[in-house]
């Protein structure tokens, strides 16, 4: 018998809006998971800390900081072979995921080399997206109204284009693409919808109107656009 | 004092996908409400039954089934009503939310009538989009994809128009709208990339390649459309 992989999601950073399912398989797990920019500290586990009994054997998995597609594959396989042959001891391994797996996570490069020959579990979690709207307090969609999730590295020019597409617009990966999408907002003329968002949910969080963001925008930071107003308010 | 009014997401329908702290709420509480379609069951109650304590009073919020303003709009301000006179007494109300409460829930019809006078928490919630993602085992979005959520009732033209507009599309509230989604996506052809998912996480549910989707698709189905191959895979 091969052990299964868990694909936890943790949610956006409190560890209490871990999920109670991912919680129970954390604290019974032999074998957790997390990933880690090369070298240095993992969000993820930071979050389950308090989960991972004592003596639980723990992999690190190095993500790699790079746009190139060689390296990125090569530390993927490497730490999929190395969850691969714990699982075919027949141990399961519990991957701890920031947000949800499938939503924008590394977990997914794992869940392509390995859910072929292995059972692969999801359990998905709080997204960053509804933690910065509970946060600001500001309902995203009702009705017939539509979402569109953006990431803020994308090109000003298709940024443009698509903050026109839907009635809410959820910008990612803000970081240092602020000035940038700023700048298509207000040429929108929708910097009066524009919230941002920094650090939803990890205990110094910050909300703004967009024209008070600071200069220095987390990668961890968000702005929702919502411009609808539903009828029925 | 006056009461805390806690609006709190579920989850999509496995009472374990409740967070650790909308549990702890919930089995907290001495006022619980909950929406049901008038005179029916209510979802929300169901996913957390196990967590409301004897002796919890619990409101009823009666939520129409109308596409007409004035008796929405009637029903909401009821409920708020009654919400408020516990709040004022400083009791504090937590709110059960199917999913996310700020995410196509009727939560942000109380949330607009009682967050100016009263403190308004929000606890977020996993959503069905990452739930069906999670049992279909779909990738949703990577890197610098966009996803789209449309609601399924739009008409047939502007979901032809705007299935072009993202690399993942969500198509929310199938149900009996299935045969024009599923004309859309056929005439896109986007067939072979598009998911039917029912029921995520409740059990009984069914995942299915959408030319196999049943002709009664229930309310609580969803279909994923996933166009992009991310390089990096």
Redesign the interface.
Known sequence: MTGVLHGV?L??G????????A??LIAGAQVVAWPRLAGGDSFARSIAADLIAPGTREIAIDVPMTVD?AP??AA?DHAADEIAAVLDAGTDVVCLCEG??????SF??L??RL?GPYR?D??????SV??C???A???????????????G??PEQELTA?LA??DTVVLMKVGRHLPKIARVIAAAGLTDRAVYVERA?LGAERVLPLDQAPPDAPYFSMVLVVKGG????
């Open positions: 999601g949610g956006p409190d560890p209490d809006l871990i999920t109670r399912k919680a129970r597609r990125a594959q993927y949800d797996p499938l939503f924008y996570g997914m490069y869940f392509a859910s692969v999801i359990v998905p979690g709080v997204t509804t933690a709207a509970a946060v307090g500001l309902p995203l969609a009702a009705r017939n109204e539509t979402l569109l999730v953006l990431p590295p994308l698509r597409q839907a949910t539903d009828p029925w308010l």
